[in-house]
């Protein structure tokens, strides 16, 4: 638990020192993010050395949205004078996203379902 | 009074409101009722009542709201052992990701801005398909503000578990693992939860989906502040 706790710090840390380094391109913990998950995959890291830890923070993270989320209080005239805005850009949004994901991923599994039957075809 | 406005009081408060909030989702199994959205309505009506503003609550719960770096750094061993499991061509599932990624974006910020919403609105809108601490961080770093974020990625992963199977049913949708990508990609983690009732593939891709656009959105967002 500790020794996975001092890895995410230590990701976050480096995160936020190259965030720092480029000019704030990025948010140092999406950095860190993506550096942890390059070390993995590269075999840098041992994944048992996080495992517990991570799998730990990200099954119960929910609680740590609590705070922020509460600041939605001082933002109700804000949020009563863009009501219909931020309804309908969200749902036409969802859809679309949900849409395009679908109609791409099916689109690139029945094309390759059509040329495995053809080479099948050619093979016989 | 001075002991409700301190530290151990509002942590106390947090977690056990967001407690109280898991075990009534569990009982009713309803969308609605996340457990961040019953802390929510009991937190706020307190912090009204008792009259203590957002500053010092938020000041009191820093251990709680400090978590989130975290949490966005631990998300890489999370896309690393689901990517290490992947079976099946990554790089269609890559290519839908990506195009979803830029429509989700393009068009929450163009719809938003179209409507006459306010800038902070707008920014806050377009991480609206990431998973909470991945939007939250780029909410903040791209001048959005991480409250409204977070009601915008809730309502996002609410409507989208909601109406989410029945939409991808009625535009024609038979893949099992573009029916995950697209829940996991349009709605996180609560499109996920949906997509794992449907199948186990919907919701191992639809877990996939949450990693990879929350990458790429962080990929894409310094190309498209401009529109803000």
Known sequence: ???????????YFLGELISLFIGGFMPGSIIGMILLFLSLLFKLLNPA???????????????FFVPATVGLMTYFSLLKNNFWAIIVSIFVSTLLVMAVVAWIQQRFEFKNEIDTNDNQAIEQ | MKIINTEIFMLLLTIGSFLLGTIIFKKTKISFFQPLVIALCIIIPFLLLTGIDFESYFEHTQPLNFMLGPSVVALGYVLYEQVSHLKGNILSMLAAIFTGCVVGIGSVVLLAKLFGADQVIVASLAPKSVTMPIALSLSDF????????????????????WLGPF???????????????????ASHALGTARAMEIGAVEGALGGLAIGIMGLLTALLMPFFKELF
């Open chain 2, 167 to 185: 939409f991808l049913r009625i535009i024609g949708i038979k893949s099992r693992i573009a029916r995950g990508l697209a829940m996991g990609s």
């Open chain 1, 49 to 63: 050395q996080v495992k517990n830890t991570a799998t730990t923070i990200s099954k119960n993270m929910a609680v």
């Open chain 2, 142 to 161: 791209y001048g959005g503000k991480p409250s409204l974020t977070a009601a915008f990625v809730a309502i996002c992963g609410i409507f989208g578990s």
């Open chain 1, 1 to 11: 638990m500790i020794k996975g706790l001092f890895w995410i710090f230590l990701f």
